[in-house]
């Protein structure tokens, strides 16, 4: 009986194996053609001509464009002094929003979700000049440091990702959208049971 029991886990170990060997080869064979479909795509995409390429989660159109906001030495960090901060001020208020960012902000069907972390919100641009390319620099003042977590949400919102502010400001202008019919219902309703009362009544 010791036999026959050591016989049978023997068999059904190497059917386990087999089964799991089997399955990874399966599975790398998909990969592989996976792979190969996407290669296959982005080279077709890439041959049509005047047709604007998508680009992983970055969306359509260039990552790194001339142009771009976000981009530049003194956007790297915290401007510190009057120099920098006029410079600051003056290119990110005159460079008005890209086609790529308000339909990137506005949406689109099939649409992935950008790239970003914990750490960052989604990005459409990225590349050497941009902030949180690489590590980030760091502020040389204490002053700039104790406020760096404000200067990078107004950098991220209005300057560097400022798409995410179209993406927010459509969202609340939806919701407002969607409460108006549901207000003025509530509000016909509310006066329609003040008539019903006024009538003699009694709700």
């Not at 680009?55 to 956007?75: H, I, N, R, T």
């Not at 040389?140 to 400022?162: C, I, K, T």
Request: with cysteine; charged share 20%.
């Amino acid at each position: 009986s010791s036999h026959l029991g050591s016989s049978f886990w023997f068999k059904s170990c190497q059917a386990l194996v087999t089964s799991s060997l089997e399955a990874a080869k399966m599975l790398t064979r998909s990969a592989g053609r996976f792979a190969g479909f996407r290669r296959s795509e982005s080279c077709r995409a890439a041959v049509v001509q005047g047709l604007p390429v998508k680009k992983q989660a970055f969306g359509y159109g260039e990552v790194a464009p001339k142009g771009a906001p976000g981009f530049g030495e003194e956007q790297l960090a915290p401007p510190e002094t009057v120099q920098t901060t006029v410079k600051y001020i003056s290119k990110n208020m005159t460079n008005l929003p890209k086609y790529k960012e308000i339909i990137e902000g506005i949406g689109y069907p099939g649409q992935r979700h950008s790239a970003g972390g914990l750490c960052t919100i989604g990005r459409i641009y990225y590349g050497p000049g941009r902030y949180d390319y690489g590590r980030p620099k760091r502020p040389q003042s204490w002053f700039a440091n104790f406020f760096y977590p404000f200067w990078e949400f107004g950098h991220l919102m209005f300057v560097a990702d400022r798409w995410v502010a179209w993406r927010m400001l459509r969202h609340i202008l939806g919701v407002f959208i969607c409460y108006i019919p549901f207000n003025l219902q509530m509000n016909w309703n509310k006066q329609m049971i003040e008539d019903y009362k006024k009538g003699g009544h009694e709700w």
